[in-house]
């Protein structure tokens, strides 16, 4: 028995139809979420997250990769989870979780090895909208003896709910200073919440 069934599966909203640049309250990034983070899939994302259901993580890690199959991709990628400051279970982190699935279905490769969170932030569910635009800025670093291995590629930076951008564009951030071909995001769902920006 799946953590969840297809009559939930059934009654999640598809966001986005494929690749595309977008403007998000962080900045701009190009990427896809597959879900609107709302009703049974915010439910299963909260239950995976608050619970710890790594089960509930391999079975949309698996929607997710098969979602993004159809999608076009010039080349093999290089597919990046967003990290956590300090040591992380790859088999307990969804982000490590869906990298591993997405680039198994689109013969890439993954791995933790080449972005590190450099410093340790507040989780951006306890921040303010205002907050959430700076309180990741500069949170991630590719080490210069690893770009590498990123120069040329095309990079999937994975993580689970986009809200304001503000993660991805960090990341994003770190990412093009090695040089990529081209970055996109890729997320499971995106947040409907809209960001104050005080206009
Ligand atoms: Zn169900």
Known sequence: MLPVCPSCIAQFR????????RELAAGTATGFSL???????????????????F????????????????LPMDDAPL???VPRFGRQD?????????SAAVSRELHGEWTTALVQKVRRTQLQTKVSDTARLTNVADAF??????RQRLCKRTIIIVDDVLTSGATICAMQEAVLEAG???????TLARSRATIGLGF
């Open 35 to 53: 879900f609107w983070y709302e009703g049974p899939l915010r439910q299963a994302v909260l239950q995976m997250k608050v619970q710890g259901e």
């Open 79 to 81: 597919v990046l989870p």
């Open 180 to 186: 990529p071909n081209q970055c996109f995001y890729l």
């Open 14 to 21: 598809r966001c986005d139809a494929g690749w595309e640049k």
């Open 141 to 146: 670093a590719v080490p210069a003896e690893v």
């Open 55 to 70: 089960q509930l993580a391999r079975q949309l890690s698996s929607i997710l990769a098969e979602s993004v199959r159809s």
């Open 90 to 98: 790859p088999g307990h982190h969804f982000p490590c979780i869906a």
